[in-house]
């Protein structure tokens, strides 16, 4: 098992029943249903091309990401940290951590533009302090489902001159399954 530490914040693959059923509920508590791929899907890593990372305090799990390993960057498509637990400093110590895993290949993410919400505008402020860039306001994430709607979203990304049509093309096509016209 691959252990990537800083303090006492480490993430590592999850593998065993315990850790993938206390990653499932903070995920599922996290994240509304349009912006969930199936529980199923993440847990078979989506035949094998997405890494589902256990998030730990002191060797106990308290969030989770999930990534896809592109050429051009690390994209994260799903980070959270145990409501409970947030303030704390443990996910801008588990991005440090990815951040270094993954160097000098950058990292890529989706987020809820901040007019939507106090939080999501205090989620971008995060990742900025951080030394991500906002590189495409107007991004749209595919639906996971044929029932589910697209979701308006901004890209941000550790090295502001990715180019925005090139990862949204790639994330279509790879992590979402659409193949644009």
């Known amino acids: 098992m691959t252990i990537f530490e800083e303090d006492k914040i480490s993430i590592s693959p999850i593998e065993s029943e315990s850790e993938l059923a206390a990653a499932k509920e903070i995920y599922l508590e996290a994240f509304p249903p349009a912006e969930q791929r199936s529980w199923d899907m993440i847990e078979a890593r989506c035949g094998g091309k997405l890494t589902l990372w256990g998030i730990y305090l002191n060797g106990q799990i308290v969030g989770m ?7 051009e ?22 991005i440090r ?21 106090a939080q999501a505008q205090s989620r971008i402020q995060f990742y900025q302090r951080l030394g991500f860039h906002v590189i ?4 749209v994430q595919p639906p996971y489902d044929s029932y589910l709607p697209p979701v308006h979203l901004w890209l941000m990304a550790t090295d502001a001159t990715i180019s925005p049509d090139k990862a949204s093309t790639l994330l279509h096509r790879v992590v979402y399954g659409v193949m644009e016209e």
């Open 65 to 71: 990401m999930t990534t896809w390993q592109f050429p």
């Open 73 to 94: 960057f690390m994209y994260v498509e799903h980070f959270v940290i145990d409501a409970r637990l947030r303030g704390r400093r443990i996910g801008s110590s588990a």
């Open 97 to 117: 951590i990815l951040e270094r895993h993954c160097a000098p290949m950058p990292i890529l993410l989706e987020v809820e533009p901040e007019h939507l919400s």
């Open 136 to 139: 495409d306001r107007s991004y």
